[in-house]
Nanobody, 120 residues
């Protein structure tokens, strides 16, 4: 069994910062792509930032220059540093990891989500 748990969300004022963390645990042989998505009521989940295995990080245009994704595949951890937060960043943030579990195959796993609210 594999579980992803996010933490670090909360209420922050515009212009403030938050650091989200995501840790995966369970029967994991390898972690490949890692990333963050967010979703607001009535909308589809959208990409925020990705950290592809063996490639460059990528960001949504709306967060580029403000957010930074980092992590360690071998420690099953991914982070999202969010600076200069805006009210439009308010959303439920999910981490995602592409995980190989040997004979169980490889697929994407999602965390339960952590709420980020940017408001004065």
């Amino acid at each position: 069994q594999v579980h992803l748990v996010e933490s670090g969300g909360g209420l922050v004022q515009p212009g403030g910062s938050l650091r989200l963390s995501c840790a995966a645990s369970g029967s994991i042989l390898a972690v490949y792509d890692m990333g963050w998505y967010r979703q607001t009521p009535g909308n589809q989940r959208e990409l925020v930032a990705t950290m592809p295995s063996g490639s460059s990080t990528m960001y949504a245009d709306s967060v580029k220059g403000r957010f930074t994704v980092s992590g360690d595949n071998h420690k099953n951890m991914v982070y999202l540093q969010m600076n200069s937060l805006k009210p439009e960043d308010t959303a439920l943030y999910y981490c995602k990891m592409n995980i190989w579990r040997g004979s169980w195959g490889t697929r994407d796993y999602w965390g339960q989500g952590t709420q980020v609210t940017v408001s004065s």
